[in-house]
């Protein structure tokens, strides 16, 4: 079934794609492997994926909501002064989440062989 949401130019695209691309997305892969760890409000979960570029607040909750649209995130707004807003994982989200970290695990794990055969590209290209 294709749908033709979220593209203005009425182009189609599979809802398991549309997913995909949100699960995998810069910021949606690192809030599903902190989320894995456990809630998070929002300012803490900023600070802790920020790295060298931090995500911007409007980032953080395109992502945030996105996440929680598809079903992965749960949102819990507490009814306290001042308010308090808590992220973490559904069911279905903590299965996404161990896929997510397992293939970043795998990224860490490997990046000498990827950094070799990066360099092998280059200078390849460099002798052509």
Request: hydrophobic fraction near 40%; include cysteine; charged fraction near 30%.
């Amino acid at each position: 079934m294709a749908v033709t949401e979220g593209k203005p130019d009425g182009e189609t695209v599979c809802p398991y794609r549309m997913v995909l691309e949100h699960v995998t997305s810069k910021w949606g892969v690192l809030v599903l492997i902190h989320l894995l760890d456990r809630p998070y409000r929002f300012s803490e979960l900023r600070r802790a994926i920020g790295g060298v570029r931090p995500v911007s607040e409007k980032m953080l909750t395109q992502t945030l909501q996105t996440l929680e649209r598809d079903g992965l995130v749960h949102r819990e707004a507490r009814p306290v002064i001042p308010p308090r807003v808590d992220y973490s994982l559904t069911g279905l989200g903590r299965e996404a989440a161990e896929q997510v970290r397992d293939l970043a695990l795998w990224t860490q794990k490997r990046m000498d062989a990827v950094q070799e055969a990066r360099e092998a590209y280059d200078a390849a290209k460099r002798r052509v």
